[in-house]
């Protein structure tokens, strides 16, 4: 499991988006990338998640990166995993009416 410490998001013009994404999230453990989260339109290729080393590939639908970006701003810590084939992002348990 990586820790997430901060991340950039870059979003692709085009019809095409850049390598078949329409937008990618670059996560950071300092200064250390340890995955990506890469967001496909309707009709784009969508990839299996996947790890390389040990940096973590996950896919999600274009309609996905507002929530992506909302968890991103507002929930502390963040982990990236990869288990079973899929890649998991997942925050700390929280108590309920814990607010902001």
Do not use: C, W
């Not at 390598?19 to 890469?38: H, K, W």
């Amino acid at each position: 499991m990586s820790k997430i410490t901060h991340y950039k998001i870059m979003v692709y013009g085009s019809s095409e988006g850049y390598q078949g994404n329409r937008a990618q999230i670059t996560l950071y453990d300092d200064s250390q990338v340890v995955g990506f989260v890469r967001f496909h339109d309707r009709g784009m290729d969508f990839p299996d998640d996947e790890k390389s080393g040990e940096k973590i590939a996950m896919h999600l639908p274009s309609t996905m990166l507002p929530n992506m970006v909302d968890i991103l701003r507002h929930e502390r810590p963040l982990e990236i995993n990869f288990r079973m084939g899929r890649a998991f992002f997942t925050s700390a348990e929280e108590s309920v009416g814990e607010g902001e």
